[in-house]
């Protein structure tokens, strides 16, 4: 009986070693298939485009954030140059501006004669200022003004709506919150940039 239990004991201990160079020689073999296909280069070539494209796009973000500083800067040192830059209270004054109400059209001499400038007529809507917009339906809603040059003519002229000055903000995209009901009367202003 025990000469039978060492015989059994042997046969799986051989069992086992063969078992063991068996896988030993199919790992060797697999490691060499993969190392013949190129997978681990492959590997590693990938893994350095991702390294690449991670800094290329790291340095384009970079790039446009200091483009977008110096375009915010260069605005700001614009409108703060009052050299640059006017702003009109037509028949008023800062702190009493004038009304403008639907359908009028207002003249006034251009601040910086002999210039194209960029106008941006603003009204004031529950204490803050702001475009109107601009749209037709069944006449206009808004307030505009620009530049009407001519021999000898250099003024800015404002106009108004034949309905209204301002409609409600998901009308027009004006970012004055204006809601429920369009506006008819306001406060004004017009800021005149010197553009050459």
């Given at each position: ?22 896988l030993?020689?199919?790992a ?7 190392t013949?296909?190129g ?5 590693n ?17 970079g790039e446009y ?10 605005s ?7 050299n640059k830059v ?5 028949n ?6 004038a ?9 006034v001499?251009?601040?910086y ?15 803050y200022?702001?475009?109107?917009g601009w749209?037709y ?9 620009n ?5 000898k003519?250099?003024?800015i ?9 301002a ?17 008819e009367?306001?406060?004004f202003?017009i800021?005149?940039?010197?553009e050459?």
């Open positions: 009986m025990k000469n039978k239990y060492r015989k059994n004991e042997a046969i799986t201990l051989i069992a086992m070693v063969i078992t063991i160079i068996i030993l020689i199919l060797g073999v697999g490691i060499q298939a993969l013949n296909t997978l681990f280069d492959k590997t070539q990938a893994k350095q485009k991702s390294k690449d494209a991670t800094i290329n796009e790291e340095t384009k973000i954030s200091n483009y977008v500083a110096n375009y915010i800067d260069s700001r040192d614009q409108i703060t140059n009052s006017s702003i009109l209270y037509p008023g004054t800062e702190n009493e501006p009304n403008i109400s639907a359908n009028q059209r207002i003249v001499d251009n601040p004669q002999g210039h194209i400038v960029k106008c941006i007529a603003q009204i004031n809507y529950n204490g200022w702001g475009e109107t749209i339906y069944n006449g206009g809603y808004g307030v505009v003004a530049q009407l040059t001519g021999d003519y250099d003024k002229v404002i106009q108004s709506g034949s309905r209204f000055i409609s409600v903000s998901n009308n027009t995209g004006n970012p004055l919150n204006i809601e429920g009901k369009d506006i009367i306001a406060p202003r800021i005149v940039i010197c050459d």
